[in-house]
């Protein structure tokens, strides 16, 4: 199985600045149709997963655009440009290029 | 709105079998695979099986094999979890989430969980 590893596992940040995310992958993540399935997840807490990013850098509808994703091939990154109070919560990344599909052990996003 | 509306809360004896319900909304039900994934208490996510619910097919993770089984029922668009043999480590909130057409084995919607606690 492909293993994701995210860092850090614990990330304090102070309200209005911003944060950083990292995933890497066991093997690459481009698929054989050129796409790289990558996502990313927020699960703030008590509440289910949802969806952030898809396919490396595209925003699900209703995410703010102070969420970006980035990255290629085994290297990826989240970033928050200026942390809100409700950007509080887990963050996990995934992929779907191997089967299984697998996730990161997440990142806890909390302020300072 | 599309929407996954799932079963509520189960309490088990270890060795019992749990079944968790799916019930989708606001979209053609066979046209989404679902996925079945679970997170520990205070831990990680957890994929645990897919199914089509256009033809019934499934596939689950080793870990999972043999003790899970996926089903559906197109008459009602819910989609079930069966978790057999259950033992403490199987005490989880158990989530059903959508594949999109666009992202091979992504999950753009998610149940909003079900508690299932394995305790004698």
């Known amino acids: 199985d492909v293993v994701m590893t995210q860092s850090p596992l614990s990330l304090p940040v102070t309200l209005g600045q911003p944060a950083s995310i990292s995933c890497r992958s066991s093997q690459s993540l481009v698929y054989s149709d050129g796409n790289t399935y990558l996502n990313w997840f927020q699960q703030r807490p008590g509440q289910s997963p949802r969806r952030l990013i898809y396919?490396?850098?595209n925003r699900d509808s209703g995410v703010p655009d102070r969420f970006s994703g980035s990255g290629s091939g085994t290297d990826f990154t989240l970033k928050i440009s200026r942390v809100e109070a409700e950007d509080v919560g887990v963050y996990y990344c995934m992929q779907g290029t191997h089967w299984p599909p697998t996730f990161g052990g997440g990142t806890k996003v909390e302020i300072k | 709105q599309v929407q996954l509306v799932q079963s509520g809360a189960e309490v088990k004896k270890p060795g019992a079998s749990v079944k968790v319900s799916c019930k989708a909304s606001?979209?053609?039900?066979?046209?989404?695979?679902m996925h079945w994934v679970r997170q520990a208490p205070g831990q990680g996510l957890e994929w645990m099986g897919i199914?089509?619910?256009?033809?019934?097919?499934?596939s689950y993770a080793q870990k999972f094999q043999g003790r899970v089984t996926m089903t559906r029922d197109t008459s009602t668009s819910t989609v079930y979890m069966e978790l057999s043999s259950l033992r403490s480590e199987d005490t989880a909130v158990y989530y059903c989430?959508?594949?999109?057409?666009?992202?091979?084995?992504?999950?753009?919607?998610w149940g909003q969980g079900t508690t299932v606690t394995v305790s004698s």
């Open positions: 396919k490396v850098s």
């Open positions: 989430a959508r594949v999109p057409p666009s992202d091979k084995l992504g999950m753009d919607v």
């Open positions: 606001g979209y053609t039900f066979t046209s989404y695979y």
């Open positions: 199914i089509n619910p256009s033809g019934g097919s499934t």
